[in-house]
């Protein structure tokens, strides 16, 4: 009978922890679409700004998400390969929803902006030095780069390697390790 309850007590807490890791996921690539749809409607999309404000968003939801994650959850131990799957987890879920938006923002909202992408893209080779010839052969690689459901890939995986790379650094500062009882007598033997 206690064993049965202990069973029913460790699903629940699977659980939980999974849904605070899918919230946190929603809730961070929901800020991240917050960002990308502040920085289009003020035209700073490619300002140092909105990087900054991309790295605050993973920064912010990765630490605080480890922080809670090890109090609620861990009973205040935090590993530091689980800080990282934690936060590499929660990237990936962000990635997905950064994906809607972004797919919703260019089939829906703003149809002209592949378009618009394209000839970013043009102008950026023209004024490298490339010829217009050279720079129209490359007319269906640029179609290829632009296409929404590329871009969304691109997204999941892009968001989910950014939100490792910031895990990596952050789950040094939040891990936590058991005391060693007998570490401490030692020291005082010694």
Do not use: C
């Amino acid at each position: 009978m206690d064993n049965l309850s202990t069973e029913k007590t460790d699903r629940e807490l699977q659980k939980n922890k999974a849904r605070f890791i899918l919230n946190q996921g929603a809730f961070m690539g929901l800020a991240l679409a917050g960002v990308f749809w502040f920085t289009q409607v003020t035209g700073l999309e490619t300002s140092f700004l909105n990087n900054v404000l991309t790295w605050l968003v993973y920064i912010g939801f990765i630490h605080i998400s480890m922080v809670r994650y090890r109090q609620n959850y861990l009973g205040g131990l935090l590993g530091y390969g689980q800080g990282v799957w934690l936060g590499t987890r929660m990237g990936m879920l962000a990635g997905i929803i950064l994906g809607a938006w972004m797919f919703l923002y260019m089939k829906v909202i703003n149809p002209g902006y592949t378009d618009e992408l394209i000839v970013q893209m043009q102008e950026s080779y023209l004024s490298m030095g490339m010829s217009e010839n050279e720079v129209a052969q490359m007319e269906d690689l640029f179609s290829l780069v632009a296409n929404p459901a590329l871009m969304i890939t691109s997204g999941v995986f892009g968001a989910g390697f950014t939100a490792l790379l910031f895990s990596l650094i952050i789950a040094i500062f939040q891990r936590r390790r058991p005391q060693d009882p007998f570490s401490n007598a030692m020291k005082n033997i010694e």
